[in-house]
């Protein structure tokens, strides 16, 4: 699992039983400057890719070759760059996953009540001395790039019609740019990341579907 940012793995423990009732394996982490990681910084999913794939290498020692991501706004834009060049990755569940870093932080910083007259123009400079303090560029670990080379891996992108973060049009293009095979959920109502919780069941019941259909399916040897 991947969380979200400024969040940590704690909170996600309310997935794992149904996942592990579900027969599922689940391994939770903080991504760095997260939770109780080391680190003061977030740089959007460029360093933090390299934190799932030493997830992944732990994995790998204990005999998993294959896994599903289940991954929370920033979790799910890292679960996308990281699928796209690891085939570990099978089936992605993208939950909330940003577009492109500057509207969508001048929404954040427009929610915060700062004028939008201060936010659009000095939003590039504020990225741009941001990645300068990470050392890279922050705007790579956009997705859009990515995930057209996400195939073979599932790709699941599930999204609250009322985000005041990130648009039902965006997330629309998170999915049309994905190759097959492919999912999309626009579940009214729900805001960023809380389609789970205006729709619990359903939720469980859709993200167990896709990991049996393209997970499970993996692991027996079947093509999904």
């Known amino acids: 699992m991947g969380h979200g940012r400024f ?5 996600d423990l309310k997935y794992v039983p149904w996942l592990h009732e579900a027969g599922y394996n689940c391994f939770l982490f903080d991504f760095r400057g997260h939770g109780r990681s080391e680190g003061d910084y977030t740089s959007f999913g ?41 085939e570990q990755i099978v089936a992605l569940v993208a939950d909330g996953a940003f577009v492109e870093l500057r509207p969508t932080l001048a929404r954040g910083a427009e929610r915060r009540h700062l004028p939008r ?29 990515h995930v057209a080379n996400l195939a073979p891996c599932a790709l699941f992108v599930i999204h609250g ?10 997330a629309q293009r998170l999915y049309d740019s994905a190759g097959e095979p492919k999912e999309l959920w626009i579940a009214p109502g729900a805001g960023h990341r809380r389609v789970d919780e205006v729709y619990p069941e359903e939720y469980q019941e859709r993200v167990l579907a896709f990991f049996e259909r393209y997970l499970a399916a993996w692991e027996e040897g079947k093509t999904p």
């Open 7 to 11: 969040g940590s793995k704690d909170p």
């Open 46 to 86: 460029v360093h933090e890719r390299k934190d799932l794939l030493g997830a992944i290498d732990l994995l790998e020692k204990k005999g998993i070759s294959r896994l599903g991501v289940l991954g929370f706004s920033l979790g799910a834009v890292v679960g996308i760059g990281t699928a796209a060049e690891c």
């Open 117 to 145: 007259w201060l936010v659009r123009p000095l939003g590039p400079f504020i990225l741009w001395l941001a990645g300068r303090r990470v050392g890279a560029d922050l705007t790579s670990s956009e997705p859009l790039p």
């Open 161 to 170: 019609a009322e985000d005041p973060y990130i648009s039902v049009a965006d």
